[in-house]
Protein backbone atom coordinates (compact mmCIF):
# COMPACT_ATOMS: atom_id res chain seq x y z
CA UNK A 1 0.00 0.00 0.00
CA UNK A 2 1.35 3.61 -0.79
CA UNK A 3 1.69 5.96 1.98
CA UNK A 4 0.41 9.29 0.66
CA UNK A 5 2.21 12.27 2.46
CA UNK A 6 1.48 16.33 2.69
CA UNK A 7 4.31 18.25 3.27
CA UNK A 8 3.72 21.63 5.66
CA UNK A 9 6.62 24.02 6.18
CA UNK A 10 6.76 27.88 5.41
CA UNK A 11 10.10 27.50 3.61
CA UNK A 12 10.17 25.93 -0.23
CA UNK A 13 13.61 24.27 -0.06
CA UNK A 14 12.88 22.19 3.00
CA UNK A 15 9.21 21.10 1.05
CA UNK A 16 11.26 20.16 -2.24
CA UNK A 17 13.88 18.77 -0.44
CA UNK A 18 11.85 16.09 1.80
CA UNK A 19 9.48 15.24 -0.73
CA UNK A 20 12.33 14.30 -3.32
CA UNK A 21 13.30 12.28 -0.91
CA UNK A 22 10.20 10.52 -0.08
CA UNK A 23 9.09 10.11 -3.74
CA UNK A 24 12.27 8.11 -4.42
CA UNK A 25 10.75 5.18 -1.90
CA UNK A 26 8.93 2.94 -3.57
CA UNK A 27 5.85 2.58 -0.57
CA UNK A 28 5.40 6.59 -0.13
CA UNK A 29 4.08 9.29 -2.41
CA UNK A 30 3.86 13.09 -1.68
CA UNK A 31 0.55 14.34 -2.57
CA UNK A 32 1.02 17.88 -2.34
CA UNK A 33 2.20 20.47 0.40
CA UNK A 34 1.52 23.90 1.96
CA UNK A 35 3.55 26.95 2.89
CA UNK A 36 1.58 27.60 5.84
CA UNK A 37 -0.75 26.14 8.57
CA UNK A 38 -3.89 27.79 6.36
CA UNK A 39 -3.25 25.91 3.75
CA UNK A 40 -2.03 22.58 5.17
CA UNK A 41 -5.71 22.13 6.39
CA UNK A 42 -7.48 22.91 3.30
CA UNK A 43 -4.88 20.64 1.47
CA UNK A 44 -5.51 17.53 3.96
CA UNK A 45 -9.10 17.79 3.59
CA UNK A 46 -8.38 18.31 0.00
CA UNK A 47 -5.82 15.14 -0.90
CA UNK A 48 -6.70 13.00 2.60
CA UNK A 49 -3.46 11.87 2.74
CA UNK A 50 -2.03 9.38 5.00
CA UNK A 51 0.65 11.43 6.69
CA UNK A 52 1.00 14.89 7.35
CA UNK A 53 4.14 16.63 8.04
CA UNK A 54 3.70 19.99 9.92
CA UNK A 55 6.09 22.25 10.76
CA UNK A 56 5.21 23.76 14.03
CA UNK A 57 6.32 27.24 13.32
CA UNK A 58 4.55 29.17 10.35
CA UNK A 59 3.05 32.36 9.51
CA UNK A 60 -0.68 32.86 9.14
CA UNK A 61 -1.17 29.80 11.18
CA UNK A 62 1.25 27.91 12.91
CA UNK A 63 1.33 24.19 12.77
CA UNK A 64 0.14 23.75 16.23
CA UNK A 65 -3.51 25.03 15.44
CA UNK A 66 -3.46 23.42 11.46
CA UNK A 67 -2.81 19.71 14.20
CA UNK A 68 -5.75 20.92 16.24
CA UNK A 69 -8.23 21.27 13.65
CA UNK A 70 -6.99 18.47 11.20
CA UNK A 71 -6.89 16.10 14.38
CA UNK A 72 -10.50 17.04 14.60
CA UNK A 73 -11.93 15.93 11.86
CA UNK A 74 -13.82 12.54 11.92
CA UNK A 75 -11.92 9.17 12.17
CA UNK A 76 -12.09 8.09 8.55
CA UNK A 77 -11.11 11.20 7.02
CA UNK A 78 -8.08 12.19 9.91
CA UNK A 79 -5.14 11.55 8.81
CA UNK A 80 -1.60 10.86 11.14
CA UNK A 81 0.47 13.81 11.89
CA UNK A 82 4.02 14.00 12.32
CA UNK A 83 5.31 17.24 13.96
CA UNK A 84 8.68 18.78 12.09
CA UNK A 85 10.69 20.91 14.76
CA UNK A 86 14.27 22.49 15.47
CA UNK A 87 13.81 21.91 19.20
CA UNK A 88 14.28 18.31 20.62
CA UNK A 89 12.40 20.04 23.87
CA UNK A 90 9.47 22.03 22.53
CA UNK A 91 6.43 22.76 24.42
CA UNK A 92 4.60 23.31 20.89
CA UNK A 93 5.15 19.65 20.27
CA UNK A 94 4.29 18.63 23.77
CA UNK A 95 0.67 20.45 23.05
CA UNK A 96 0.95 18.67 19.62
CA UNK A 97 1.49 15.36 21.23
CA UNK A 98 -1.20 16.15 24.05
CA UNK A 99 -3.94 17.04 20.93
CA UNK A 100 -3.04 13.66 18.61
CA UNK A 101 -0.07 14.13 16.49
CA UNK A 102 1.78 10.86 16.23
CA UNK A 103 5.13 12.04 17.25
CA UNK A 104 8.04 14.32 16.56
CA UNK A 105 11.00 14.69 14.07
CA UNK A 106 14.00 17.27 14.52
CA UNK A 107 14.57 19.16 11.00
CA UNK A 108 18.19 17.85 10.29
CA UNK A 109 17.38 14.71 11.40
CA UNK A 110 19.26 11.72 9.25
CA UNK A 111 17.16 11.37 5.71
CA UNK A 112 16.89 7.70 6.88
CA UNK A 113 15.26 8.37 10.15
CA UNK A 114 12.39 10.61 8.17
CA UNK A 115 11.86 7.94 5.93
CA UNK A 116 11.63 5.44 8.49
CA UNK A 117 9.38 7.78 11.07
CA UNK A 118 6.23 7.99 7.93
CA UNK A 119 6.49 4.43 7.73
CA UNK A 120 6.12 3.87 11.82
CA UNK A 121 3.65 6.60 12.14
CA UNK A 122 1.23 5.82 8.85
CA UNK A 123 1.70 2.03 10.69
CA UNK A 124 0.15 3.14 14.10
CA UNK A 125 1.85 0.12 15.80
CA UNK A 126 4.62 1.12 17.45
CA UNK A 127 5.41 5.03 19.04
CA UNK A 128 7.81 6.58 16.83
CA UNK A 129 11.59 7.34 18.67
CA UNK A 130 10.00 6.33 22.00
CA UNK A 131 12.95 7.33 24.22
CA UNK A 132 12.87 10.80 22.46
CA UNK A 133 9.19 10.95 22.71
CA UNK A 134 9.29 10.18 26.49
CA UNK A 135 12.60 12.16 27.63
CA UNK A 136 10.47 15.40 26.12
CA UNK A 137 7.09 14.87 27.87
CA UNK A 138 8.82 14.18 31.50
CA UNK A 139 10.40 17.34 30.77
CA UNK A 140 7.67 18.78 30.68
CA UNK A 141 6.24 16.80 33.86
CA UNK A 142 9.40 17.38 36.14
CA UNK A 143 8.80 20.28 37.60
CA UNK A 144 5.20 19.81 38.27
CA UNK A 145 4.16 18.08 41.56
CA UNK A 146 3.74 14.20 41.84
CA UNK A 147 -0.14 13.07 40.19
CA UNK A 148 -2.10 11.10 41.98
CA UNK A 149 -3.92 8.53 39.88
CA UNK A 150 -6.66 10.15 38.11
CA UNK A 151 -10.53 8.73 38.34
CA UNK A 152 -10.07 8.98 34.61
CA UNK A 153 -8.57 5.58 34.22
CA UNK A 154 -11.60 3.31 36.35
CA UNK A 155 -12.97 2.91 32.70
CA UNK A 156 -10.05 0.70 32.45
CA UNK A 157 -9.13 -3.15 33.46
CA UNK A 158 -6.54 -4.00 35.26
CA UNK A 159 -5.35 -5.91 31.44
CA UNK A 160 -5.77 -2.10 30.02
CA UNK A 161 -4.41 -0.77 32.50
CA UNK A 162 -1.15 -2.07 32.16
CA UNK A 163 -1.41 -2.25 28.14
CA UNK A 164 -1.46 1.73 28.82
CA UNK A 165 1.34 1.72 31.23
CA UNK A 166 3.55 -0.54 28.58
CA UNK A 167 2.47 1.67 26.03
CA UNK A 168 4.40 4.70 27.95
CA UNK A 169 7.34 2.78 28.18
CA UNK A 170 7.55 3.14 24.38
CA UNK A 171 6.76 -0.85 24.03
CA UNK A 172 5.16 -1.88 20.17
CA UNK A 173 2.16 -4.47 19.80
CA UNK A 174 4.64 -6.88 19.06
CA UNK A 175 7.04 -6.14 22.37
CA UNK A 176 3.70 -6.13 24.42
CA UNK A 177 2.31 -9.29 23.81
CA UNK A 178 5.97 -10.77 24.33
CA UNK A 179 5.84 -8.61 27.57
CA UNK A 180 2.08 -9.81 28.37
CA UNK A 181 2.28 -13.65 26.86
CA UNK A 182 -0.21 -13.10 24.90
CA UNK A 183 -0.86 -12.85 21.08
CA UNK A 184 -0.41 -9.74 19.11
CA UNK A 185 -3.95 -9.90 18.18
CA UNK A 186 -4.91 -9.95 21.61
CA UNK A 187 -3.10 -7.04 22.54
CA UNK A 188 -4.24 -5.01 19.46
CA UNK A 189 -8.04 -5.53 20.92
CA UNK A 190 -6.46 -4.13 24.22
CA UNK A 191 -4.96 -1.52 22.67
CA UNK A 192 -8.37 -0.05 21.14
CA UNK A 193 -10.20 -0.60 23.75
CA UNK A 194 -8.19 1.69 25.94
CA UNK A 195 -7.99 4.39 22.95
CA UNK A 196 -12.17 4.32 22.25
CA UNK A 197 -12.30 4.55 26.50
CA UNK A 198 -10.39 7.12 26.83
CA UNK A 199 -11.09 8.87 23.79
CA UNK A 200 -7.46 8.86 22.55
CA UNK A 201 -5.96 9.13 19.08
CA UNK A 202 -2.62 7.76 19.41
CA UNK A 203 0.37 6.54 20.70
CA UNK A 204 1.87 9.34 21.49
CA UNK A 205 -1.67 10.78 22.95
CA UNK A 206 -1.86 7.54 24.81
CA UNK A 207 1.83 8.46 26.53
CA UNK A 208 0.72 11.92 27.74
CA UNK A 209 -2.27 10.80 29.24
CA UNK A 210 -0.27 7.74 31.03
CA UNK A 211 1.70 10.73 32.91
CA UNK A 212 -1.27 13.38 33.06
CA UNK A 213 -3.82 10.66 34.85
CA UNK A 214 -0.85 9.60 37.21
CA UNK A 215 -0.61 6.01 36.00
CA UNK A 216 3.18 6.80 35.24
CA UNK A 217 5.28 9.47 36.87
CA UNK A 218 8.54 11.14 35.56
CA UNK A 219 11.90 10.09 36.34
CA UNK A 220 10.37 6.60 38.31
CA UNK A 221 12.99 3.81 37.65
CA UNK A 222 10.39 1.35 37.46
CA UNK A 223 9.02 2.50 34.22
CA UNK A 224 12.04 2.93 32.12
Do not use: W
Amino acid sequence: MTIKVLIADDQAMVRAGFAALLNAQEDIEVVGDAPDGVVAVTETSRLRPDVVLMDVRMPTMDGLEASKRILSAPEERRPRVLMLTTFDVDDYVYEALRMGASGFLLKDAPPGDLIAAVRVVAAGDALLAPSVTRRLIEECFKARPALRRSSRLDVLTPREEEVLRLIARGLSNPEIAAALFVSEQTVKTHVGKVFAKLELRDRAQAVVCAYETGLVTAGDPREQ
